[in-house]
């Protein structure tokens, strides 16, 4: 009989993401937990994302959040920190709205909403990867494809949510769970000295770096994440 983890794990896409970026992860990993990965494509708020993400499974889980998904994971630990049984933030940040941040991020907007939503990926998707993989048609073919399935309206509804977003940063000393905090060593959106600060505020985590990797991890390296995965659901 498959020994099974006790806590299921609830995955947490980010921005214009859906379940391709934990499709590897939930497949290797079905042998040793239940993966239930979230939808927010209909959501303009981060509370309400976390609502939502704990109502998919029942008691303790493990909060996995990739991008916006960590703030989301984050958020469900000031929600319900009883149900939490570890978190695993990967690629994300916890800081509050930068200057400019808002007109930057409206001009994506602007370009999904008046030339379409493949326009966008053309724009969007180049700087969220390694830049060693650019070429890799497979790779860009997937996430260019995840980003049609989105639409724009869904788009502008997660720029609301991370333009509204608190700045959580007081929040991470308050974490008293397993922390495993991982992010691209060539992740130009939400770079490794972002994370390092976050793994130093938060008591106990741990800081893992992916190589060869951008702010994609999980696609990008979908081997190198499924196996830090085990090992850590196998150690919490």
Not at 27 to 38: C, G, N, Q
Not at 88 to 103: I, K, N, R, S, W
Not at 210 to 232: C, F, K, N, S
Request: glycine content about 6%; hydrophobic content about 45%; overall charge negative.
């Amino acid at each position: 009989m498959t020994n099974r983890l006790r806590a299921p794990v609830v995955a947490l896409p980010g921005l214009l993401c859906d379940e391709l970026v934990w499709r590897s992860q939930a497949d290797a990993l079905r042998d040793v937990t239940d993966f239930v990965i979230a939808d927010f494509s209909e959501h303009d708020d981060l509370t309400e994302m976390a609502h939502a993400a704990l109502t998919l499974a029942q008691g303790n889980v493990h909060m996995v959040g990739h991008s916006m998904g960590g703030r989301v994971a984050l958020e469900a630990w000031r929600l319900a920190p009883d149900r939490i049984r570890s978190l695993v933030l990967l690629d994300t940040g916890v800081h509050g709205v930068a200057p400019g941040e808002v007109e930057s991020r409206q001009v994506l907007v602007d370009v999904s909403s008046n030339s379409g939503m493949s326009e966008l990926a053309a724009a969007w998707l180049p700087p969220m990867v390694d830049p060693s993989r650019h070429a890799d048609l497979a790779l860009m073919g997937s996430l260019h494809d995840m980003v049609m399935r989105a639409s724009p309206d869904q788009h502008a509804r997660q720029i609301r949510a991370l333009v509204e977003r608190p700045d959580a940063t007081a929040l991470l000393p308050t974490i008293t769970v397993p922390t495993l905090v991982v992010v691209g060593r060539n992740d130009e959106w939400s770079p490794v000295e972002q994370h390092e600060q976050i793994a130093s505020l938060i008591p106990n985590s741990r800081l893992e770096i992916i190589e060869g990797a951008g702010h994609m991890t999980t696609v990008e390296q979908p081997d190198v994440i499924t196996a830090l995965l085990r090992r850590w659901f196998e150690q919490h």
